[in-house]
C-alpha cells in the first residue's frame, strides 16, 4: 500500500536555528514528490516538485532533497515567517494521467523570535 | 497565475440537509479534486474528476457525490449531512505535469 509519513508532527524552533523535516514515503514507483506550505485558515501553496533520487530544490531559506526513501526539507536560519505546516505528498506511477497525490500528516513548524 | 475559488469561507448547516460545496477555477485545468482535512489524519481524497462529467472515487467517498458539468467547475454534494462531516474541505486544480493546486478551503460545520 502506498504511504507518506512525516516526522516530527510539531517542531519548535528558535529564530536562527537550522533543523530538516523528514518525509518516508512507500508507493510502488515514483512519478513525483511535492512539498507545500499552509499557513492556518488557507489551502496549501506548492513549493517544489522532486522526481529523482539526488534531486534537489532550493527556495530563500528552505531545500528539498529527495533519496529513494525519503525526502527532507532543510531550513536553514528560519524566521518567524516560516511558521507553518509543511505537507509532503507522492504521486505514483499509476496515477500519471489523473495527478492522484497521497498526502503526509503534516509538520507543524512554530519558529519564535 | 492560477486561482482556485471555492463559494464559501465557513459554512454552518445542520444534520440531513443536503449540501452543495462549490469550487472553480480559471486555468482550464482537467483535473479537479475534493479533499477533506482533520487533525492528525492529513488531507485525504473524496473524490477527483479528469474531465467534464467525468469522475472517480477517492479514498473516502462515502456520503458524498460530485457534478462536473462544466470544466472549470467542480461541486461536491453532502447527500445527507451528519456531524461526522464536520471538518475542512480542500478543492485543487491540475493540468499535465503541473503541480495540483489549491483554493482556501471550507471550514463546513454539521450541527
Known amino acids: 500500500e502506498d504511504q507518506v509519513t512525516q516526522s516530527p508532527e510539531a517542531l519548535r524552533l528558535q529564530e536562527g536555528e537550522s533543523s530538516s523535516l523528514n518525509c518516508s514515503y512507500t508507493v510502488s514507483g515514483l512519478r513525483g514528490l511535492f512539498w507545500y506550505r499552509q499557513d492556518p485558515g488557507k489551502g496549501p501553496e506548492f513549493l517544489f516538485t522532486l522526481y529523482s533520487a539526488g534531486e534537489e530544490k532550493e527556495k530563500e531559506r528552505l531545500k528539498a532533497t529527495l533519496t529513494k526513501k525519503e525526502s527532507f526539507l532543510h531550513i536553514t536560519a528560519p524566521k518567524p515567517e516560516d511558521s507553518a505546516t509543511y505537507l509532503c505528498?507522492?504521486?505514483?506511477?499509476?496515477?500519471?494521467?489523473?495527478?492522484?497525490?497521497?498526502f503526509g500528516q503534516g509538520t507543524t513548524l512554530q519558529v519564535k523570535p | 497565475d492560477v486561482k482556485v475559488t471555492q463559494s464559501s469561507r465557513y459554512l454552518v448547516k445542520r444534520t440531513g440537509e443536503k449540501v452543495f460545496l462549490e469550487c472553480v477555477q480559471d486555468?482550464?485545468?482537467?483535473?479537479m479534486f475534493w479533499y477533506r482535512q482533520d487533525p492528525g489524519l492529513g488531507l485525504r481524497l473524496i473524490y477527483f474528476?479528469?474531465?467534464?462529467?467525468?469522475?472517480e472515487k477517492g479514498d473516502i467517498p462515502e456520503g458524498y457525490s460530485v457534478s462536473r458539468e462544466k470544466k472549470e467547475r467542480f461541486s461536491l454534494i453532502l447527500e445527507s449531512a451528519s456531524t461526522n462531516q464536520t471538518s475542512m474541505y480542500l478543492c485543487?486544480?491540475?493540468?499535465?505535469?503541473?503541480?495540483?493546486?489549491f483554493g482556501d478551503g471550507t471550514r463546513l460545520s454539521i450541527l
Open positions: 485543487a486544480s491540475k493540468d499535465s505535469n503541473l503541480p495540483q493546486h
Open positions: 505528498a507522492v504521486q505514483a506511477q499509476g496515477s500519471s494521467n489523473t495527478g492522484k497525490l497521497i
Open positions: 474528476s479528469y474531465d467534464v462529467k467525468m469522475k
Open positions: 486555468m482550464d485545468h482537467e483535473n
